[in-house]
């Protein structure tokens, strides 16, 4: 409980803060999650419209989904170039503050960070796409959007290892790798002959708010974050931040 009141108190002290700097990623963000659902929803249109299983849209949710967890602020932008957070964690180090509640608070981001990013990404997404929109009704959408922030979040449980745990260079090798690991699972459904948007849409229309694949993505989300975050805690002890 201690935890969990350090940590709302580092991330009110956060929006306490400079107000420009709160306005900018605030807008930043809105621009960059409309781009993101601009080229979502045009594929996502087009799949439902002429039935294909394109691997574009797969791979846009198997790669884009786990960011709307992220905070797109000044540090996260000059990530690669100034190893922001390695700064920012050997500055916490020095303070009297737990590690697990700098953790928590990283958690509580995310978790804010996908309720406002994924509210407006899927959100716009199905506002464009008037075809889905023909295939599916809201609560159903809704469904498939918590299923897929139930990915999102599970990979976020990764994203806070590398991000606490690498330096910058390291980070960005990494996203890329992962990126390309996204490509190769979308091919691979591909060729398979599935496609993940079809199956995760059927699947939100059949079961609705009882979708096993929903339930799984979340609780499965939920405990990757929590096992990655008990792992970065015991690797951060023995880190070198300078």
Same mark, same amino acid.
């Given at each position: 409980?201690?935890? *969990?009141?350090?940590? @709302? /108190?580092?991330?009110?002290?956060?929006?306490?803060?400079?107000?420009? %700097?709160?306005? +900018?990623?605030? &807008?930043?963000?809105?621009?960059?999650?409309?781009?993101?659902?601009?080229?979502?929803?045009?594929?996502?249109?087009?799949?439902?419209?002429?039935?294909?299983?394109?691997?574009?849209?797969?791979?846009?949710?198997?790669?884009?989904?786990?960011?709307?967890?992220?905070?797109?602020?000044?540090?996260?932008?000059?990530?690669?170039?100034?190893?922001?957070?390695?700064?920012?964690?050997?500055?916490?180090?020095?303070?009297?503050?737990?590690?697990?509640?700098?953790?928590?608070?990283?958690?509580?981001?995310?978790?804010?960070?996908?309720? *406002?990013?994924?509210? @407006? /990404?899927?959100?716009?997404?199905?506002?464009?796409?008037?075809?889905? %929109?023909?295939? +599916?009704?809201? &609560?159903?959408?809704?469904?498939?959007?918590?299923?897929?922030?139930?990915?999102?979040?599970?990979?976020?449980?990764?994203?806070?290892?590398?991000?606490?745990?690498?330096?910058?260079?390291?980070?960005?090798?990494?996203?890329?790798?992962?990126?390309?690991?996204?490509?190769?699972?979308?091919?691979?459904?591909?060729?398979?002959?599935?496609?993940?948007?079809?199956?995760?849409?059927?699947?939100?229309?059949?079961?609705?708010?009882?979708?096993?694949?929903?339930?799984?993505?979340?609780?499965?989300?939920?405990?990757?974050?929590?096992?990655?975050?008990?792992?970065?805690?015991?690797?951060?002890?023995?880190?070198?931040?300078?």
């Amino acid at each position: 409980m201690q935890t *969990l009141k350090d940590s @709302l /108190f580092m991330i009110r002290g956060d929006l306490r803060g400079d107000k420009i %700097r709160i306005v +900018i990623t605030t &807008l930043f963000s809105i621009v960059f999650m409309t781009y993101l659902a601009g080229l979502m929803g045009l594929l996502v249109n087009e799949s439902a419209d002429t039935h294909q299983r394109s691997v574009l849209p797969d791979y846009l949710l198997l790669a884009v989904v786990p960011f709307l967890g992220v905070v797109y602020s000044r540090r996260a932008m000059k990530y690669w170039s100034s190893d922001s957070y390695t700064k920012m964690l050997a500055y916490l180090r020095s303070l009297p503050i737990p590690l697990k509640a700098v953790l928590c608070k990283r958690k509580l981001q995310s978790v804010i960070c996908f309720a *406002l990013n994924g509210a @407006l /990404f899927f959100g716009l997404v199905y506002a464009l796409a008037g075809h889905l %929109r023909a295939s +599916i009704s809201p &609560l159903g959408y809704v469904v498939f959007s918590l299923t897929w922030i139930g990915y999102g979040l599970a990979i976020t449980g990764l994203y806070i290892f590398i991000e606490f745990l690498y330096s910058g260079k390291a980070y960005f090798w990494l996203l890329l790798l992962i990126m390309l690991i996204s490509f190769g699972v979308a091919m691979l459904v591909k060729f398979s002959g599935g496609n993940l948007l079809f199956y995760s849409l059927a699947y939100s229309k059949e079961w609705g708010l009882l979708s096993p694949l929903m339930w799984g993505t979340l609780i499965a989300g939920t405990v990757s974050v929590q096992l990655f975050s008990r792992w970065t805690i015991l690797r951060l002890k023995s880190r070198d931040l300078v």
